[in-house]
């Protein structure tokens, strides 16, 4: 699987003028005589007009490709600034946009900055796009490519099927127009290669099948084409060869295969500008020897290989895992061993130079890079940028007016609410103490009142009677009349008592009713919970200081703690109650736990009541914990001056 993946990497790159790795192996073109600077000294003094210069600075590029010669993202541009001058000033014509972008995309590609080759391969596609062919593969064959140095061809596979059916209709067009879709031909070939390689590693030989078929399409077509230079044609011929290696290959028909394989060698002899193609058609000789198990031919392309002009400072990771796999094929498993495993660190310490320049952002870098150069362009945007410098800042001030505005509205509802709050809980008070006044009343004042004055005129009665049949009666009368008064007296106790659940539900309903007041149910979640009779026999003086004390956590909460939940407990343990408020908002730094006007008046509330007071706060929110003796809260208590 791993020398599929090899073809898979050496197929694409010969899809273009030059290989790959030859390109990734070179240094920068460091020369200053190196024919730019030349046409361009042509073109300042008057001696070229705009079209030749461009043509000829066309033609330095291209002999650069065919030299394996590079120049660094910057300096490429550097060299390339009158051409993008003429490009976007002078003409109309799309093409010349293409081709500065085709240069400076060829140039990175060679380079082996796949980053800084995908940002051009970016711009190409937009400008390409402009022509109305409605075809432009650059972007998706780079995404391949990148994915396929991945080893991820899951990902190839995806891209691909991504865009299949517009592979699709591109075929059926260069079948109808060859010469106006060859350049978009040319590119679809590495598609094409890395896709089939994906498919046959993952073991799909349908799709294998039917992605080269499609490919041979495009090729025929493109063959077809009549305004195409002779090394066009030339490397049209080599793409053929490509793909039927490939598809020999993966059917596993190796006589076919070398066959093929020799063909190739010979349109590479055919021609000098062809020889850096050597070291790829080895590697697909080694391939195809270890593969029908031949070491020892396999060996001696290896030999080759290593001696070979184009070896590179990737490959010594390759040659070490072919020297490995022909060990193994011989029986020398330890030799086999030893070289894998130095081919297994050297990969890692490949995959650490890709991941750091990967951290290096280059895609980020060539663009800032490039618009660094486009600087120039920029004076003519000045008067622009400066009404939108001013529009902004209009904006800006209606914003900041806006948000004051906002600001006090926000501050007015603050207040509204507190003042709401405040006159809720004097209402909720007068009525708990009007409440308590009338069930007392009604309860106890009024009938045993009756009760008491029907007995005292029953004993006058007594006292006034000399009968004394008469007079029995009349204190029987009065002894029924005392137990019944007993009876009243005592019933009036338990009703009052049994009063008190209404009085609790009624307390219940005083703080659902605060705290809907203070939280409105779309801004916050609220939790309250309120045991039954925790409040029994309790005083009005303590239920009142309670409501004061929860109405004052209430105001804290919506004036400071910017909340979305709270939670409210009031609930009995063995020998005192317990209030908890708790909120999720920002908390209370430390500084302020003990100095804050609010919670210093629920302190001063409770103290009568020898209330232990407890303050919790982090980044999670803030929790009150208030814990009062119950003997302190009954009716018959009387609190302790403050």
């Known amino acids: 699987m791993d020398k599929i993946k090899t073809i898979l990497y050496l197929c694409i790159t010969l899809c273009f003028v030059t290989n790959f790795y030859a390109q990734k192996g070179s240094e920068p073109f460091k020369k200053k005589n190196d024919g730019f600077e030349k046409i361009t000294n042509l073109y300042l003094a008057g001696k070229l007009n705009d079209t030749v210069y461009m043509k000829k600075m066309d033609s330095v590029a291209n002999i650069m490709l065919d030299k394996g010669l590079f120049f660094e993202a910057g300096e490429f541009a550097q060299k390339f600034k009158f051409y993008e001058k003429i490009a976007w000033e002078n003409y109309n014509d799309p093409v010349f946009r293409q081709n500065y972008y085709g240069a400076l995309f060829n140039n990175m590609y060679m380079a082996g900055k796949l980053g800084a080759a995908m940002y051009y391969a970016e711009k190409l596609a937009k400008e390409l796009k402009k022509t109305k062919t409605g ?46 879709y060859f350049s978009e031909g040319m590119v679809s070939m590495r598609i094409f290669k890395s896709t089939s390689i994906s498919y046959y590693v993952i073991k799909d030989s349908k799709k294998v099948e039917k992605t080269l078929n499609l490919a041979n399409d495009i090729l ?16 049209l011929e080599f793409y053929l060869l490509n793909v039927n ?5 993966a059917k596993n028909n190796y006589q076919e295969t070398f066959s093929i394989l020799n063909s190739m060698e010979d349109w590479v002899n055919s021609g000098e500008e062809y020889s850096e193609y050597k ?38 990771i390759l040659v070490n895992k072919y020297k490995a796999q022909a060990e193994i094929i011989q029986g020398n498993y330890q030799k086999a061993s030893d070289l894998l495993l130095t081919a297994l660190e050297d990969s890692f310490e490949k995959k650490k130079q890709l991941s750091e320049e990967l951290d290096n952002l280059l895609y980020a870098q060539v663009k800032a890079e490039h618009h660094r150069l486009a600087f120039e362009k920029s004076e003519a945007e000045k008067k622009e940028r400066n009404t939108w410098i001013i529009v902004i800042s209009l904006l800006l001030v209606a914003v900041i007016a806006l948000s004051s505005i906002l600001l006090r509205l926000k501050d007015r509802k603050l207040k509204k609410t507190v003042e709401d709050l405040n006159e809720t809980a004097n209402i909720q008070i007068a009525l708990m103490e009007q409440f308590e006044s009338e069930v007392r009343k009604d309860l106890h004042d009024d009938l045993a009142g009756i009760l008491a004055a029907v007995k005292y005129n029953i004993d006058l009665q007594v006292l006034d009677t000399e009968e004394s049949d008469k007079k029995e009666k009349l204190v029987q009368l009065s002894e029924m009349m005392n137990a019944a008064f007993s009876k009243v007296r005592n019933k009036s106790h338990d009703l009052f008592e049994g009063s008190q659940l209404p009085n609790e539900e009624m307390f219940y309903r005083y703080i659902m009713h605060l705290a809907h007041i203070a939280f409105p149910e779309n801004h916050y979640k609220l939790n309250i919970q309120i045991d039954d009779y925790s409040l029994a026999n309790t005083s009005i003086e303590f239920r009142s200081e309670l409501i004061r004390v929860i109405q004052e956590a209430f105001t804290n ?19 005192k109650l317990s209030v908890v408020i708790k909120d999720n908002g920002k908390g209370i730094n430390s500084t302020s736990k003990e100095n804050t006007i609010g919670i210093g008046n629920m302190k001063a509330r409770l103290k009568k009541f020898r209330a232990d007071f407890a303050l919790n706060s982090d980044d999670t929110g803030v929790e009150i914990i208030i814990s009062i003796p119950e003997n302190t809260i009954k009716r018959n208590y009387e609190p302790d001056n403050v």
């Open 135 to 180: 075809f432009s593969f650059f972007e998706l064959s780079l995404e391949i490519e990148l994915y396929g140095s991945m080893q991820r061809d899951d990902k190839v596979v995806a891209a691909y099927e991504k865009e299949l059916k517009r592979l699709k209709d591109f075929a059926k067009a260069i079948k109808h127009n060859p010469d106006r």
């Open 220 to 235: 025929q077509s493109m063959n077809k084409a009549k305004n195409v230079s002779e090394r066009e044609r030339r490397q």
């Open 245 to 249: 290696y490939i598809q020999s290959y």
């Open 279 to 316: 070291s790829g058609i080895m590697q697909y000789k080694i391939d195809a020897f270890l593969e029908t198990k031949q070491a020892d031919s396999a060996f001696f392309y290896i030999k080759k290989l290593e001696k070979d002009f184009g070896y590179l400072e990737r490959e010594p």
């Open 557 to 575: 909460i919506i004036k400071h703690a910017k909340a979305s939940q709270v939670d409210l407990w009031i609930y009995r343990e063995i020998g």
